[in-house]
T-cell receptor
Framework: GQQVMQIPQYQHVQEGEDFTTYCNSS?????IQWYKQRPGGHPVFLIQ?????EVKKQKRLTFQFGEAKKNSSLHITATQTTDVGTYFC???????????FGTGTRLKVLA | GAVVSQHPSWVICKSGTSVKIECRSL??????MFWYRQFPKQSLMLMAT?????????EQGVEKDKFLINHASLTLSTLTVTSAHPEDSSFYIC????????????????FGPGTRLTVL
């Protein structure tokens, strides 16, 4: 079945360092969404990318959708302790509106 | 706007009992809601899709007789875990698609705060 993998699984960074998580789908996606889940919390929608090669920015966060629409990345510049949490990508299962969540990348930021 | 609530936020029950979890969209109508399960330090696994006025569709491997879903109105879906066992202990999260956004082809899911179920 369709799989969405993320690397790395964990990342510890020093505050101020950059962070990137990569998302890879086994199938082409019509769009990709990114979510952030704080420890003990629920996923919060960050952004949706639709177009091939699309790049979107939200302050220190940069999201990119691959040209083949099978991969995506989230880059955080100059991490802060408030960035701590698990970042998930999610893509729709082929031909449906059901979203398959990636394996997630857990980010810890050391002050 | 776009707030989804879940009740209860946590529940502890004895093995063999049933537990009902409610998911409500507070300020929008949701024709479709989703139920996910998340084990500690793992990703969200879709259990079923709840459709207002019709039967829920379950993902492969999810027992429909054990996880009963009812979506009786455009703002409420319920998940009942029947004859709960310790292995059912998990974080259950619902999400809802705003019907108006679906029409406009925006595809955001709004997540509830989750329900932590512990079965003793």
């Amino acid at each position: 079945g369709q799989q969405v993998m993320q690397i790395p699984q964990y990342q510890h960074v020093q505050e101020g360092e950059d962070f990137t998580t990569y998302c890879n789908s086994s199938t082409t996606l019509s769009n990709i969404q990114w979510y952030k889940q704080r420890p003990g919390g629920h996923p919060v929608f960050l952004i949706q990318l639709v177009k091939s090669g699309e790049v979107k920015k939200q302050k220190r966060l940069t999201f990119q959708f691959g040209e083949a629409k099978k991969n995506s990345s989230l880059h955080i510049t100059a991490t802060q302790t408030t960035d701590v949490g698990t970042y998930f990508c999610a893509g729709p299962a082929s031909g449906t509106y059901k979203y398959i969540f990636g394996t997630g990348t857990r980010l810890k930021v050391l002050a | 706007g776009a707030v989804v609530s879940q009740h209860p936020s946590w529940v502890i029950c004895k093995s063999g009992t049933s537990v009902k979890i409610e998911c409500r969209s507070l300020d929008f109508q949701a024709t479709t809601m989703f139920w996910y399960r998340q084990f500690p330090k793992q990703s969200l696994m879709l259990m079923a899709t709840s459709n207002e006025g019709s039967k829920a569709t379950y993902e492969q491997g999810v027992e429909k007789d054990k996880f009963l879903i009812n979506h009786a109105s455009l703002t409420l879906s319920t998940l009942t875990v029947t004859s709960a066992h310790p292995e059912d202990s998990s974080f259950y999260i619902c999400s809802a698609r705003d019907t108006a956004e679906v029409i406009s082809r925006t595809d955001t899911q709004y997540f509830g705060p989750g329900t932590r179920l512990t079965v003793l």
